[in-house]
DNA sequence: TCTCCTGTTGATCACACGATCAACAATGCT
DNA sequence: AGCATTGTTGATCGTGTGATCAACAGGAGA
């Protein structure tokens, strides 16, 4: 009965430990929150004693925080690819809403809201945090921006707008993690405020029939 | 310098002494977060031994989630009090969200969002916060169908829209937690955006000019 | 084959947590 | 005054955390 098998991990190069250990940090935040990233959590989850983990970070805090940046700031990349497929900003910013709130990235939501709290704990965390944010809000003005210039839009500051944008899809979000039974149409209610931000016409924000 | 007196604690009867440590416990959490909700922290408030506490709770996880709901469940009775005062449910609905985002209720927010991840390891908060978030969708759907009564709104689904507009003001709440700095006119924004869900005229919901 | 470099171990430290409980002492009652 | 009730203590246990470091061993180069 070797469950564990417990025998000597092979050696391998710096590069490619330090990887293996980046990533379990990003399977273990996923599924069990940045809470559980522990020096014996990573490590039993590498196959290393955690010795090993302390040796290739300065500290867990650093660990935490940085796993929170590439977890989230992939989902960025992702989304912000999506966006440039659509058309015009209209359909932009629908996609945007539609997709965010899709119930797909619940974890991913769960970790922006436990990033906010441990933020109190962790400055190296908290500059992450207001890193991504910013990323994000930088995404949201770009489409406000640009149904500005087509005159799909009509708003006086991009950036407040995109700003509330965020924080209204990150609101649902997190609520959806608590209520999933929660409400449907919630993409339909959120693009007609949306549409009120923005001074879009109404109904000319509307979400694209997923396939 | 007997900065810690260590004297043995006077004798109190269980409901004084209960009251002292909920008191504390809520001090605590407003400071500190619910994190710091710790059987010494609080002990050492209230100026007694670590087992006293315990001994007038059954566990901590039920002290943190009524704690929780005690901090919470003011601040709802608190803003419903002042809603009651306004004529109107449009200006019903601007008090709300003027009075949900002006920043000097970060502290109870900061408490909510550490809520929504600590309910994924104590079942009772999760509980609680449902519970609580119940009471508050019910305070915004009241104002709903009050505008819906009178005219001055136009939705089909009041229970959905106030879901909605409860999401977005936490989401901006928890936003502002980390920038702090962010945006200006946000109760602007953000009346703009619940005049469109709610399908009022376009600077109907406006709030009063603070005294 | 031998040697050195370095990736790796795991025991260990100090600390904090919740929980428990025998012992203590203040208070009120008889 | 003596006693019984009960509020209170604080040491203790088991667990978990991050961090440290002497000792070990795999592998590449001489």
Chains 1, 2 share one sequence.
Do not use: C
């Not at 959590?41 to 805090?61: E, F, I, K, W």
């Amino acid at each position: 009965m070797s469950s564990t098998p417990q025998k000597r991990a092979v050696r391998k190069s710096p590069a490619e430990r330090a990887a293996e250990i980046t990533e379990a940090a990003r399977e273990i935040a996923l599924e069990a929150g940045l809470t559980a990233l522990t020096l014996r959590n990573v490590a039993a989850r590498v196959g290393v004693a955690s010795g090993l983990v302390a040796h290739y970070q300065p500290n867990m805090d650093a660990l935490v925080s940085s796993t929170f940046a590439t977890i989230v700031a992939a989902e960025t990349q992702e989304v912000a690819g999506l966006l440039s497929l659509q058309p015009g900003p209209s359909e932009r910013l629908a996609l945007l809403v539609d997709t965010l709130l899709n119930n797909s990235r619940l974890d991913v939501t769960a970790i922006w809201v436990e990033a906010w709290t441990l933020g109190r704990r962790n400055e190296t965390l908290a500059a992450s945090v207001r890193e991504q944010m910013d990323a994000w809000q930088k995404v949201f003005q770009g489409v406000v921006e640009d149904g500005n210039a087509t005159g799909a839009f009509n708003v006086s500051d991009a950036a407040a707008v995109a700003w509330q944008i965020l924080g209204m899809v990150d609101g649902l979000n997190a609520q959806a993690l608590v209520r999933w039974d929660g409400v449907n149409d919630r993409g339909t209610h959120l693009a007609r405020a949306v549409e009120g931000m923005v001074g879009a016409a109404p109904g000319s924000v509307v979400a694209k029939p997923r396939l």
